[in-house]
């Protein structure tokens, strides 16, 4: 099968699987997987299916992409952070749809290689760095949105401080490591409503910046 029928084989497996956003579908088509994961999974970037990119870190199955992105509800004018860089691939579709995307990834080398990605895909709204996206980015907050890309036992305080009011946090929460939810939050001014949508399993949300 050929790269473009695997892409159109994925897409349609997205919308069955509730992705509907037409500018959500838009922008995973126009974001080629296969730059984000590894020679040796090549043949696998359009599965529906999370891969290991180094370092003990995975890059996110298409579906959960998806709908975390569709959850985040986000406009072309916003200002949008992600915690949880990781390949880059989740940085650039949600590049795709705001003004400016700011990312932070606690190991530096995949820094370097996501940076290298936006390079080449010419995605110049993107800021990544290097740091502990558990305290946010102060110095760029409010934020309209934040998607965190890892499971936190808890929401970050940081985070939510740093959301603007009206903004939305979508965030994989769970207390055994294993098992956790994807929790949307929205900020109002009378304070914070909050929902869970989809069981999930991702790499845990540590503290600090990794050794090399
Ligand atoms: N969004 C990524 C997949 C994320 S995997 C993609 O599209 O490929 C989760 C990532 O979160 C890992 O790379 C891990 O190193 C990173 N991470 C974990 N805790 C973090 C923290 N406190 N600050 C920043 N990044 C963190």
């Known amino acids: 099968m050929s790269v473009a029928a695997r892409k159109i084989r994925l897409l349609m497996e997205l919308r069955r699987g509730g992705v509907v956003d ?23 970037a359009y599965e529906d299916q999370a891969l290991p990119i180094g370092r003990g870190q995975t890059i996110s199955q298409p579906l959960v992409v998806g709908l975390m992105t569709q959850a985040l509800e ?18 650039a ?6 003004r400016r995307l700011y990312t932070i990834e606690r190991h530096k080398p995949l820094v370097k290689e996501a ?5 080449a895909l010419r995605l110049h709204n993107i800021t990544a760095i290097a740091g502990d996206g ?24 940081a985070l939510v401080d740093q959301l603007d009011v009206g903004g939305i946090l979508v965030i994989p929460v769970g207390s055994d490591g294993y098992a956790q939810d994807l929790i949307k939050l929205v900020k109002t001014e009378a304070g914070m409503t909050r929902e869970s949508f989809l069981p999930v399993r991702f790499v845990p949300l540590l503290p600090g ?3 090399e």
């Open 22 to 44: 037409t500018r959500v579908l838009a922008a995973i088509e126009r974001t080629p997987r296969e730059l984000f994961v590894p020679e040796t999974f090549q043949d696998q």
């Open 74 to 91: 986000v406009g072309e004018r916003m200002k949008v952070l992600e915690i949880g860089t990781g390949s880059g691939y989740q940085a």
């Open 93 to 98: 579709i949600l590049a795709r749809l705001c």
């Open 115 to 119: 940076e290298e990605r936006f390079k």
């Open 134 to 157: 558990m305290k946010g980015w102060p110095e760029q907050a409010p934020f309209d949105r934040i998607m965190v890309t890892a499971a936190a036992t808890e929401i970050p305080q």
């Open 209 to 211: 910046v990794a050794e």
